[in-house]
C-alpha cells in the first residue's frame, strides 16, 4: 500500500504545482488546496465514495 500512498502522494503534489504555475492558486494557499486535491486524488484513486453532508451511517 506505501506505493499507493506515494503515487497519490506525487499525483496531488504534481497538481497543485501545475495550478501555481498556471496563476490559479498563489503559494500561500498551497495547504488548503493540497489537502483537498489530496483528498480528491485518494478518495478517486481507492474508490472511496465521499461522504454527503448530513448523511449519518
Do not use: C, N, W
Request: no cysteine.
Amino acid at each position: 500500500m506505501a506505493s499507493m500512498d506515494e503515487q497519490i502522494l506525487r499525483a496531488a503534489k504534481e497538481i497543485v504545482v501545475k495550478f501555481i504555475e498556471a496563476g490559479r492558486v498563489s503559494p500561500a494557499g498551497f495547504s488548503e488546496t493540497f489537502k483537498s486535491v489530496y483528498r480528491t486524488v485518494d478518495e478517486t484513486a481507492r474508490g472511496v465514495k465521499p461522504e454527503e453532508p448530513g448523511e449519518d451511517s
